[in-house]
């Protein structure tokens, strides 16, 4: 028996397991994991989709063996292996980087630990162009569908691993916040102004 003690781990579930709602319910109740689903990953050998599947990683406060945790999870240990790479761990949970594989939406994954979720975040966000954050911020502002602060878009952009474009970018992010805030102000009384500059004119918010 392996009496290996780590903190770091990654591992495998499947929904056709008769203990898989036990086992997520587990996975989720750890303090710090990431986790995903796939359900477009192909066999090499026969062409065919896999079975759908959770692939998850969790970084423990207190190191114990695999056995230990495999047991805490309700799975086999051959589920379990150790992390040897976090930053590679991290992106396979969407194939990042790697053609040869379905790429999966960063969005899809979910954490139950904001420094798992921002390290995973800033990891596969760092080839983003600039104007691409910008244009996600936009569209964050313009469907928004209350007026806007600009802490809540402080608060997106951080979230999103975007602060950096945000930052740079202040000064056009806050008129189109304001503009937002004009359209808004206009359709809550019913009208809107026949100068399209008149939203930009706004008071900042």
């Known amino acids: 028996m392996n009496n290996k003690r780590v903190r770091s781990y990654l591992g495998v579930i499947y929904e056709d397991d008769e203990n898989f709602e036990t086992q997520f319910l587990s996975l989720k109740q750890e303090k710090e994991s990431i986790w995903i689903r796939h359900d477009q990953d192909i066999n090499e050998e026969t062409g065919d989709y896999k079975k759908p599947h959770y692939h998850f990683v969790i970084q423990l406060k207190n190191a114990c ?97 975007m602060w950096d474009a945000f930052r740079r970018n202040y000064s056009i992010i806050k008129d189109l916040a304001n503009e937002h805030n004009g359209k808004m102000s206009g359709e809550l009384y019913g009208w809107k102004h026949s100068n399209p500059d008149y939203y930009t004119s706004r008071d900042e918010i």
Not at 75 to 98: A, C, F, P, R
Not at 128 to 140: A, D, M, R, Y
């Open 65 to 161: 063996t695999l056995s230990a945790l495999a047991k805490r999870l309700h799975v086999n240990d051959n589920m379990l292996e150790y992390v040897k790479n976090m930053t590679s761990s991290l992106k396979y949970l969407i194939h990042y980087g790697d053609d040869n594989k379905y790429n999966y939406n960063k969005e899809d994954v979910q954490s139950n630990s904001e420094k798992l979720k921002r390290r995973f975040q800033d990891l596969v966000s760092r080839d983003i162009p600039e104007v691409e954050k910008v244009i996600t911020i936009q569209e964050f502002i313009e469907n928004f569908p209350d007026f806007i602060k600009i802490s809540v878009l402080s608060k997106y952009a951080q979230k999103h691993n």
